[in-house]
């Protein structure tokens, strides 16, 4: 028993060790090389079709298009029979079209078809599925010391994030896997005392022109691991 204890202290000592003699951004770079070894992504021209089930409201199908190189995005959605389309162009300008025709202004009201919300999918769109990658982006704030920690079940290596004020106000933790540097999923606080927020595991991944995107996520509340709905990758196509 004493030989185990002493086996399993070195290995835990060992794992600390590791993790401290890594830094935050050795271990991003490590996973920003396993997720885009060609350093494409600043470049590509990305098309996802996704979609989105959640136990509380309708299932929806979303077409993305990602275009870094002309920051351009677009966003075709099919939720509840009707058809959804944003187009935001280099210059921050939206097009909004509802089953392919310009909204009414009775439409626009009632289901905000604004474009502040065409460009808060571009955000969205463009953070989730371009990380790690997009914390390379200005106003980052990543902390220093690599964590050793546990996500569903597992250890992992773990950076704590949070934003300048203009950029964001929540507390981002990620975490990777402690071979390959692959994100296995992340977490966000509002405010970390009360423990609000949620987290988002990420199962497998899908690859072209090397470039690995992972394939779905499943959103959790930290609170009470409620779930609250999972995006599914169906199709995924770097043209560019």
């Known amino acids: 028993m004493r030989r185990l204890t002493l086996i399993l202290c070195s290995i835990l000592c060992f794992n600390l060790a590791y993790a401290q003699d890594l830094t935050a951004i050795e271990l991003l770079n490590r996973s920003i090389a396993f997720h885009d070894p060609d350093g494409i992504w600043e470049d590509s021209r990305l098309e996802f079709v996704i979609e989105m089930e959640s136990p509380d409201i309708a299932a929806r199908t979303s077409k993305v298009t990602i275009d870094n190189e002309k920051g351009e995005f677009s966003l075709s959605m099919i939720l509840a029979g009707r058809v959804y389309d944003y187009k935001v162009d280099g210059l921050d300008s939206c097009e909004i079209k509802l089953d392919f025709q310009i909204p009414t202004q009775e439409e626009i009201d009632s289901l905000q078809l604004t474009a502040d919300r065409g460009r808060r999918w571009r955000d969205y769109y463009g953070y989730l599925y371009g990380l790690p990658m997009k914390l390379k982006d200005d106003g980052t704030i990543i902390d220093d010391q690599v964590t050793l920690t546990t996500f569903q079940g597992q250890e992992v290596l773990a950076l704590r994030v949070t934003y300048d004020e203009n950029v964001g106000k929540d507390i981002w933790y990620f975490y990777f896997h402690k071979e390959t540097y692959a994100m296995v999923g992340y977490r966000f606080y509002h405010d970390e005392s009360i423990n609000d927020g949620e987290y988002i595991t990420l199962t497998g991944i899908e690859v072209d022109k090397g470039l690995r995107i992972p394939k ?20 995924f196509k770097v043209s560019r």
């Open 216 to 235: 779905d996520r499943a959103w959790y509340t930290n609170k009470e691991d409620r779930l609250l709905g999972t995006d599914l990758m169906r199709a």
